[in-house]
């Protein structure tokens, strides 16, 4: 039986909303409160199973009297989020991505064949699933690319049904039969399984926007292209749509596309977007140039936090040979003459400001003068192995991860990163070793503790990744 909870006072009410919003983001003005009011009343009969409160309200008291575990987290997103979405919502917009965004896009990378895509408040799936269509159509061999389509949401549920890929009538609701027939496949009356193929271009992860975990290469949030997120800022306060607006920017490359929804477009500004109408649809584009002052508050590690200062051994803490740590990198990198007034502090804090614009040649060789005057800082290495990363020099980029780790043993992040590119590589016995350092260090931690270099993300996130990468992975890291 639900519980009555129409009856509990505005005062917990409001003290629920705010807890909330503080918690998840999520705006409940005294409006909706009808609306927290009739949601609550199936998380509280959840809640009362697993404690012995007896009541609704002890029971809100008691969610109310400490932060949010992840369980708890997973359950008001599942009562409180909506999902009401389609394949191809918004033909407009579709018409502009195919006809105008998709065909520069696919030119200008025709010869790295790379390209990054972000679905914000993916839902179960529909709007990613039609982003995988559309590049099919429009890149046949799109196999021999290296595309990311990431898709995130909030609400665990949501993207679990996104993963399984099954949907009813309801969602081809802008559908033609000659592509519901093209791409799916009838399992029975009313249900149809996405193709298997082009499930598997599309990632999914559980993300907060009100968090400040991207953009990070960790949880593959930067350098995108193109970022969707339509239909969710609407439910954030209008303080809270700015900062999470201005990380996306921050994630986006130069050039790189934003959309809202049609309903939500004329409520933003922002002065690194500019609006752009194509196709009937309203898109907002960063601009190339770099002569913009860039926001990067939140993407600038700590580089006074250096870890473990520890007595370098005859080998790696991992076992392998010691690298040679002063070596000048690529043979094609050429180092420009030194500024004799800038310090090595300064070309760091100038590399990575440059890495945050997508200037990553640029970043590359401000980087590489100063770890030729000064070789002995992880931070400097670990900066330069996520600037090959993501040229796709990962050889180039584990050797910097492994020099970061000979100088800090305990740098949580290149152990997480080696795990990750040797796992790529099929490597599973490097990428469990590196696993376990990984989770090793990020257990004594507190789930709140902000990594350093991490653009924000926190221990617990961090620790959820590689935990969803293990299982995702087939790497056993035992008990």
């Known amino acids: 039986m639900t519980p009555d909870i129409p009856d509990i006072p505005d005062d917990l009410i409001s003290q629920l909303s705010e807890f909330i919003n503080s918690q998840m983001g999520l705006h409940f003005p005294q409006n909706r409160w009808k609306d927290l009011r009739r949601s609550m009343a199936d998380v509280v009969q959840e809640l009362l199973k697993d404690h012995e409160e007896k009541d609704p309200v002890s029971c809100i008291h008691r969610l109310l009297s400490k932060p949010l575990t992840k369980k708890q987290g997973d359950l008001l997103a599942k009562h409180l ?21 998709f065909p520069r896009l696919i030119a200008s990378r025709h010869h790295s064949r790379n390209i990054r895509m972000w679905s914000a408040g993916c839902c179960t799936g529909e709007e990613p699933y039609s982003l995988a269509i559309l590049i099919d159509r429009m890149i046949p061999a799109w196999q021999e690319w290296n595309i990311t389509l990431l898709a995130t949401d909030i609400n665990a549920g949501f993207l679990q049904k996104a993963e399984q890929g099954i949907y009813t009538r309801w969602s081809f609701r802008n559908t033609s039969d000659q592509m519901i027939n093209a791409y799916f496949k009838q399992m029975d009356e009313g249900r149809f399984e996405f193709s298997p193929a082009l499930k598997n271009m599309v990632s999914f992860s559980q ?116 690298p040679d740590i002063f070596y000048r990198g690529s043979p094609n990198t050429q180092l420009a003459p030194r500024d004799p007034s800038e310090s090595n502090l300064d070309l760091y804090h100038k590399a990575l400001k440059l890495a945050n614009m997508g200037k990553l040649d640029e970043a590359e060789r401000c980087l590489r003068q100063a770890i030729d005057h000064e070789k002995l800082h992880p931070e400097y290495h670990y900066l330069l192995a996520t600037i090959c990363q993501e040229q796709g020099r990962l050889k180039e980029s584990a050797k910097s991860f492994r020099h970061t780790l000979f100088l800090d043993p305990d740098f949580v992040l290149a152990h997480f990163h080696l795990g990750n590119l040797t796992l790529q590589e099929g490597k599973r016995d490097m990428s469990e070793k590196h696993l376990k350092n990984a989770r090793s260090l990020l257990l004594p931690m507190a789930p709140e503790d902000i990594l350093p270099h991490s653009e924000g993300m926190t221990a617990g996130q961090l620790l959820e990744v590689v935990q969803s990468m293990v299982r995702r992975g087939g790497v056993r890291l035992g008990a």
């Open 81 to 101: 989020t909506i999902g009401e979405t389609y394949f191809f919502r918004d033909k407009n917009f579709f018409n502009a991505l195919e006809g105008h965004v």
């Open 207 to 322: 993300i907060n926007l009100v968090g400040r975990g991207y953009p990070s290469s960790i949880n593959n949030t930067h350098a995108m292209d193109i970022i969707l997120c339509r239909n969710v800022l609407m439910y954030f306060e209008p303080d809270v749509r700015m900062q999470i607006i201005g990380r996306f920017v921050n994630s986006l490359t130069p050039g790189g596309w934003l959309v809202f929804s049609p309903s939500e477009s004329p409520c933003f500004h922002h002065s690194e977007l500019q609006p752009v109408l194509l196709s009937g649809a309203t898109l907002y584009r960063k601009p190339e140039s770099g002569n913009r002052k860039y926001e990067t508050g939140n993407l600038l590690p700590d580089v006074f936090c250096r870890g473990s200062q520890k007595t370098l051994s005859p080998t790696s803490p991992i076992g392998e040979p010691v």
